[in-house]
């Protein structure tokens, strides 16, 4: 998604396999400048070290991996149960939702446990999106919600 949001161009890339600084990119005539934190296991020990200095968290959830829905919703609830990110918005940015085995905003609302994350977080500070990195849909929504917090 940053690689899209920089050049504009869609190719796939490995893993991130630990925490760096993209360059600044623009969006809806916005200037942002983003931390690619990955979300494999072996780097989210780092999340906390990074996120004390964000004004926002960008959670990009592959809706088309059901099998790692429970896992992302264990490591949200990290993220806002224990207050890591505690004042900051939080977008989950529910990618892929373009393809036909992507998981309904419905599933991914009980999976994820939704409801309890906005009583935890505040209603105002944590939205979701249905976006399509490949399509070019969606994020945009996303950027200008975040966008009003900063």
């Known amino acids: 998604m940053l690689h899209r949001l920089r050049t504009g161009d869609v190719r796939s890339f490995p893993p991130?396999?630990?925490p760096h600084q993209t360059e600044k990119f623009e969006c809806n005539g916005i200037t942002f400048q983003a931390w690619d934190m990955g979300g494999h296991e072996a780097v989210r020990h780092l999340w906390e070290d990074y996120v004390c200095e964000c004004s926002a968290v960008l959670f990009l959830l592959d809706t088309a991996d059901r099998g790692r829905l429970e896992e992302a919703a264990f490591e949200l609830d990290a993220l806002i149960g224990e207050k890591i990110v505690a004042d900051i918005p939080?977008?989950?940015m529910c990618n892929k939702c373009d393809l036909d085995e992507?998981?309904?905003?419905?599933?991914i609302e009980d999976g994820l446990q939704y409801k309890e994350l906005q009583n935890i977080q505040g209603e105002e500070k944590i939205a979701m999106f249905r976006i399509s990195v490949l399509k070019g849909e969606g994020y945009q929504a996303a950027f200008r919600w975040v966008a009003k917090f900063l």
Request: glycine share 0%.
């Open 16 to 18: 991130t396999d630990r």
């Open 90 to 92: 939080v977008a989950i």
């Open 102 to 107: 992507a998981l309904s905003s419905k599933e």
